[in-house]
């Protein structure tokens, strides 16, 4: 069965190190992985998108690679903030059948300790 | 900036009662989404629209319909509440290129929590 896996349901990291989220995905071959940040009582903002023939992709202090032989996606925040805690969703085209679907991860809770 | 409206932030219902969730959107998007939350299981796809009166089930439609009479707005009905749809609900849109209805960032709402008692 398909399935999405984000490494971790919390994560807590210190203020100014380098935070890693992992995103594993399988029996999906997506062209486009997506990365969301979703803060408490709010709905998800997008972040990035990489598409498999991209093997990295930054935004300031964010960087998303996207492995398709290792079927994972990592996303990077460097020097992390305490504004950078948030639950981060990465979310993948499922097409699948025919049908086009954006497939989300449960999603990962950062947490940067000052 | 996109926007995406959803009538009510918090919702109180009761069971059987027939419930409307609202959702408009500012952009121009053709596709429109309806999801749902819930503590882990996550963002579930109810229903998606890729044009106007167009409608494909999502993942998890039952109990559910929609409808698409204008480009930005995309209504979400609960034909007959029940408690198990207590939920978070959220509405998102996207521009679609080509025949794809993904590959391209989905704009949410910021929700309506619902409560069926």
């Known amino acids: 069965s398909q399935k999405i896996e984000q490494n971790s349901e919390a994560l807590n990291i210190q203020e100014g190190k380098t935070a890693t989220l992992t995103c594993n995905y399988t029996?999906?071959?997506?062209?486009?992985l997506q990365w969301y940040r979703q803060d408490p009582g709010r709905g998800p903002v997008f972040l990035l998108l990489?598409?498999?023939?991209?093997k990295e992709k930054r935004k300031e202090r964010l960087k998303v690679t996207f492995d398709t032989t290792l079927k994972q996606s990592l996303f990077h925040i460097t020097a992390s903030q305490p504004a950078d805690s948030a639950t981060y969703l990465c979310?993948?085209?499922?097409?699948?059948?025919?049908?086009?679907?954006?497939?989300f991860g449960k999603g990962t809770k950062l947490s940067v300790i000052p | 900036d996109v926007k995406v409206t959803q009538s009510s932030r918090y919702l109180v219902k009761r069971t059987g009662e027939k419930v409307f969730l609202e959702c408009v959107q500012d952009m121009d998007h053709e596709n429109m989404f309806w999801y749902r939350q819930d503590p882990g299981l996550g963002l579930r796809l109810i229903y998606f629209s890729y044009d106007v009166k167009m409608k494909e089930k999502g993942d998890i439609p039952e109990g559910y319909s929609v409808s698409r009479e204008k480009k930005e707005r995309f209504s979400l009905i609960l034909e007959s509440a029940s408690t198990n749809q207590t939920s978070m609900y959220l509405c998102?849109?996207?521009?679609?290129?080509?025949?794809?209805?993904?590959?391209?960032?989905?704009?949410f709402g910021d929700g309506t929590r619902l409560s069926i008692l």
């Open positions: 979310a993948l085209e499922d097409s699948g059948a025919g049908s086009y679907q954006l497939t």
């Open positions: 998102a849109s996207s521009f679609r290129v080509g025949t794809g209805l993904v590959n391209q960032p989905q704009h």
């Open positions: 029996n999906y071959s997506p062209a486009y």
């Open positions: 990489i598409r498999e023939n991209e």
